[in-house]
């Protein structure tokens, strides 16, 4: 599981705070902002956290039928969730029992009750490759030769 394979790389950790991410995102967060947020925040673990894009266009609709407010594909509901870019001091791996720890379950939760876990909330460009519409889209952007996670 997600924990389990973090754990295995413990041995090239050291004693330093390391980065680690999903793989499976692209986003133009500044790392180095990142970074200085979390040292600044002296937790164990910092992650970059995101509104994704609304995918479908959204409507207020009033009791007697009348659409009041249409918006076309908001940003999301206004919640924050995980973009899968973290800064991790090393003690974050004691939070990891086995290679059958969801890294997303007991770690981030057990941080997360004990003040240790905090948000770098990112504004910028994000977005994930699941499906095939999401890598033609990010295909897209790069063969356009303005993909906003390009910051080189």
């Given at each position: 599981?997600?924990?389990?394979?973090?754990?295995?790389?413990?041995?090239?950790?050291?004693?330093?705070?390391?980065?680690?991410?999903?793989?499976?995102?692209?986003?133009?967060?500044?790392?180095?902002?990142?970074?200085?947020?979390?040292?600044?925040?002296?937790?164990?673990?910092?992650?970059?956290?995101?509104?994704?894009?609304?995918?479908?266009?959204?409507?207020?609709?009033?009791?007697?039928?009348?659409?009041?407010?249409?918006?076309?594909?908001?940003?999301?509901?206004?919640?924050?969730m995980n973009g899968g870019f973290f800064v991790c001091q090393p003690s974050v791996l004691d939070y990891i029992s086995d290679d059958s720890t969801v890294f997303e379950q007991e770690p981030l939760s057990n941080l997360a009750k004990e003040g240790k876990l905090f948000a770098y909330q990112h504004d910028?460009?994000?977005?994930?490759?699941?499906?095939?519409?999401?890598?033609?889209?990010?295909?897209?952007?790069?063969?356009?030769?303005?993909?906003?996670?390009?910051?080189?």
């Amino acid at each position: 599981m997600t924990g389990g394979r973090v754990k295995r790389a413990s041995s090239y950790i050291n004693n330093e705070p390391f980065l680690l991410n999903y793989g499976d995102g692209l986003s133009d967060v500044d790392v180095n902002e990142t970074i200085k947020f979390h040292k600044a925040k002296k937790g164990l673990i910092t992650l970059t956290a995101i509104q994704p894009p609304g995918r479908y266009g959204s409507l207020n609709v009033s009791e007697e039928s009348a659409i009041t407010e249409f918006m076309e594909k908001p940003k999301g509901d206004g919640s924050w969730m995980n973009g899968g870019f973290f800064v991790c001091q090393p003690s974050v791996l004691d939070y990891i029992s086995d290679d059958s720890t969801v890294f997303e379950q007991e770690p981030l939760s057990n941080l997360a009750k004990e003040g240790k876990l905090f948000a770098y909330q990112h504004d910028g460009f994000w977005a994930c490759m699941d499906t095939l519409r999401d890598k033609r889209m990010l295909c897209d952007f790069w063969d356009s030769g303005k993909a906003p996670w390009k910051t080189w």
